[in-house]
């Protein structure tokens, strides 16, 4: 099976922009999940969609969103740019949200913002 | 909500040496424990889990152990070679109305000096 795969894999924008990231997971998954990177944080949670229905959503504000698509294929938005949006985004497909399902994760679209 | 509390953050061994990197978690309703390895510049790959309903598990060179009472569960490395180097991320699900999302540790840097 193909692996989670994400587009664009760099992107530059700056200040105030908007962006749009995409994300096609392992076929057959239905459940898609959105992660910050940074190498201060860590790995943070944004959202999680199962069924083009935002299930969990995390400690990140309006500016941040995303949605699915009928084929599990999901995007996330962040508008008005901001410097500390610099980062990986990482995308993860399960089967479902269940708890216990693994997730695997896509190669991550690393953004920069001057 | 969930917190991952990861140690040490970075951990320096010579080859052959075995490593442990340790994490506690706060919602005694997470049951499902993955740990992900990220080499530089690559994604996080869910090296091994485990679910709440079992101790221990093995995995080649790699086991997890899990201790629900304490709330703490431990990654170990025997015989580490210098391809172990990478920065390895524990995580916990937790449960909320049916659906949970993964919070992750920190990270911990292991570099295995040939």
């Known amino acids: 099976k193909a692996g989670v795969t994400q587009t664009p894999r760099y992107l530059i924008k700056t200040r105030g922009q908007q962006v749009t990231l995409s994300c096609s997971p392992i076929?057959?998954?239905?459940?898609v999940s959105w992660y910050q990177q940074t190498p201060g944080q860590g790995l943070q949670f944004l959202f999680e969609?199962?069924?083009?229905?935002?299930?969990n959503k995390g400690n990140f504000p309006g500016r941040f969103s995303g949605r699915q698509f009928s084929n599990s294929r999901s995007e996330m938005n962040v508008s008005t740019l901001e410097l500390g949006d610099s980062a990986l985004y990482l995308c993860?497909?399960?089967?479902?949200?269940?708890?216990?399902?693994?997730?695997?994760f896509g190669p991550g679209t690393r953004l920069t913002v001057t | 909500g969930e917190n991952v509390e990861q140690h040490p953050s970075t951990l320096s061994v010579q080859e052959g040496d075995s490593a442990v990197i340790k994490c506690t978690y706060s919602?005694?309703?997470?049951?499902?424990f993955p740990w992900y390895k990220q080499e530089l510049g690559k994604r996080p790959q869910l090296i091994i889990d485990i679910r709440s309903n079992v101790g221990e598990k093995k995995d080649q060179r790699i086991a997890v152990t899990l201790n629900k009472t304490a709330k703490h569960f431990s990654l170990h490395i025997t015989e580490t070679q210098p391809e172990d180097s990478a920065v390895y991320f524990c995580a916990a699900r937790q449960r909320d109305s049916g659906y949970s999302t993964l919070t992750f540790g920190k990270g911990t840097m292991l570099l295995v000096s040939p």
């Open positions: 993860a497909s399960s089967l479902s949200p269940a708890a216990t399902y693994e997730q695997y």
């Open positions: 076929s057959g998954h239905r459940s």
């Open positions: 969609y199962f069924s083009e229905t935002q299930r």
């Open positions: 919602d005694s309703a997470s049951n499902y």
